[in-house]
């Protein structure tokens, strides 16, 4: 068991202004139900994907851009996966069930099973000289294993190790350009040696062995199977081992630990790196180890330090990466690895003034320098040219830095977009920034603000727009209270006088707004006008025995022991009530004598019976109210109804 080092605190900073390049290639990122992928294996014959996930005890099946195909389940602590030379079988060491288990890759189906014996746990394959050899066991109880398929019946042998007492199930690796050779690291101690085995007469034999440090993450064989590139541990760089005499041949550097390698058919050697500090994962030395490596940041998290996550396309145009763990699995399909990404930089100043020279800078970096006049191209896009403008071709300075200067027609938000098209060596990339161009102000009024109405008048509104460059359009909103919701009642032309009218029927408050949208020169503008309505109120009074008049006031007359009964009409909203207020006349003042809510029914009435004095010669009034905020909601101006007067006789 390995002990990774604990995780340092990090923020990954993002300006506003900077963009990292955009390949032009069609790269893919997408999740995939893998947990932990102890091997991955490419069939550039059917174009797919194998990866075995020990943790679900399946092989995930995927095409070249991640879809997952079928799944292979059944498959028991699934460890390592080997294809066969002509891509038919694939091969899976099954460590839970004892036993390497073969698949056809055409139709996908279980076509044989090798057990390997009682508690021999295999977990690491590789397939040469007509022999599936397999690493088992556990720690030190580990040992070299094979399954001979050329013979009628296959047969499985164990102890092959010729001497070796490995500390770990063998890594196996084999190439058919290197017939009779079986390579072997230990993963498991520091003092593990890398081991070549000859296997030309079909029993290993120890052809060279040497101490290079142990604890290997993963290793690939080159092209021609006569040396092999071993990642890991710690910070040492990726190594190159030649298998003769296993003495070094170069390094590839790489500034964390590097946890998988995989080489091209061209030689083209690609690792990730655990990366730690978030700086990039994923390294492929397009000109070898003596030219900077073209670095791409796939993940912001650590990348898997468990089996081997990548592999390069069988004709290696193709990268195929796995980042995270778990439920947080992405598959990665790398186009162009071995182009270079740059990040391009866009900065222009935050605010500058319409029709004045503003000044534009960047630059454009990449592992791999571009030369100095190295292209760019331009574009402006504003209110003017909201499909963009080109500005021609700028070209690239010392340094990779780049400016240009622009005198901006327009005002509002202004997007300079720079572009460099790639080249043979390095990705498309793009950027931009935006700049705020001032603009000059309109004036826009709204009548009618804190004017009262009658319920249901139609009240005419009219904004009027001042002096502005190519637009006269304003938009007309009613926001009136309640369940109502906003709406644009009118959208058009100011007429020659800058006027807009519209017409409202006010039956609640109303916030009526105009809106002008702004051009080229003039800075949009808002103005708001809220208007008030009144609601309809009528009250009728029932029981009197006859109506007349006090002085010149008209009055109700009721016997001292009869009930008034009054029914009060009001436009109806939702939780209403009314308000009824009472008072007596004394000594020539009417007195207040209380007052009262009262619901509303859903047909805006109320029906209220005041009761009988039990005295005569009693003179009193009442009326109905609606009161803002207190009659239940807001959505109309407070109004009061007409006074009904009432005398109480024997």
Known sequence: MRTLPAATAMAVLFSSVVLTAVPASADTTTPIAVSDADDTVVDGVHQRLFFSDRHQNKIVVTDFAGKVVTTLTG??????????????????????????VAFDTATLTQTAEYPTGDKTIPSRLAFTDGKLWF????????????VDLTAEKPTVTLDLAAGHDWASPPMLYADPDNPGTLLALDGGISSAPIVVYDISSGTPVIRVSAGKGGFYNDAALTPDGQSVVVAGPGKRALTEYRLSDLEQVRTYPVPDEP??????????????????????DTYVFTGGPDQPASVRNLSHNWMPWIGHSMNWSADGGKLFVL??????????????????????????????????????????????????????????TDMESPN????????????????????????????????????????????????????????????????????GQDVSFTARLGTTYKNRVVEIWSDPYG???KRLIRKGTVNSSGNLSVTVDMTRDTTVTAVFAGDARYAPKTVKSTAYAKVNISTSVAKHYRTGTIGSTGYYYFHKSTAPVLTTTMSYYKGRKQRIELQVYYQGTWYASGSQYFALATNGKSV??????????????????????????????????AWKYL????
Do not use: C, M
Not at 75 to 100: C, F, H, K, M, N
Not at 266 to 279: E, F, K, Q, R
């Open 75 to 100: 498959l028991p602590q699934v460890r390592d996966l080997e294809l066969s030379p002509d891509s038919g079988t694939l091969y899976a060491a099954v460590y839970g069930a004892d036993e390497i």
């Open 135 to 146: 690493g088992y066991g556990d720690q030190w109880d580990s040992g070299l294993g094979a």
């Open 259 to 280: 946890e998988t390698v995989s080489i091209a058919p061209d030689g083209t050697v690609a690792a990730t790196v655990l990366d730690v500090d978030d700086l990039g």
């Open 323 to 380: 980042s995270g763990s778990n439920d947080s699995t992405q598959f990665h399909a790398v186009d162009e690895p071995r182009k270079y990404l740059g990040t391009l930089k866009v900065d222009a100043p935050a605010t500058a003034g319409r029709a004045k020279s503003l000044t534009v800078t960047g630059s454009l970096t990449s592992g791999l320098a571009l030369p100095t006049g190295t292209p760019l191209t331009v574009t402006r």
């Open 388 to 455: 963009g403008k080109s500005l021609g071709t700028k070209t690239l300075g010392t340094g990779g830095k780049f400016s240009f200067t622009d005198v901006p027609p327009a005002g509002g938000r202004v997007k300079y977009t720079v572009t460099y098209a790639g080249d043979a060596s390095h990705t498309a990339a793009t950027a931009s920034d935006t700049v705020e161009v001032s603009r000059a102000v309109s004036s826009l009024t709204l009548n009618r603000n804190g004017s009262v109405y009658n319920y």
């Open 483 to 485: 369940d109502i919701p």
């Open 608 to 641: 209220v019976s005041l009761g009988a004095p039990g005295e005569s010669g009693i003179r009193a009034r009442v009326r109905s109210s609606y009161i803002d905020g207190s009659s239940g909601d807001s959505a109309n101006y407070t109004t009061h109804g």
């Open 647 to 650: 005398y109480f006789t024997n």
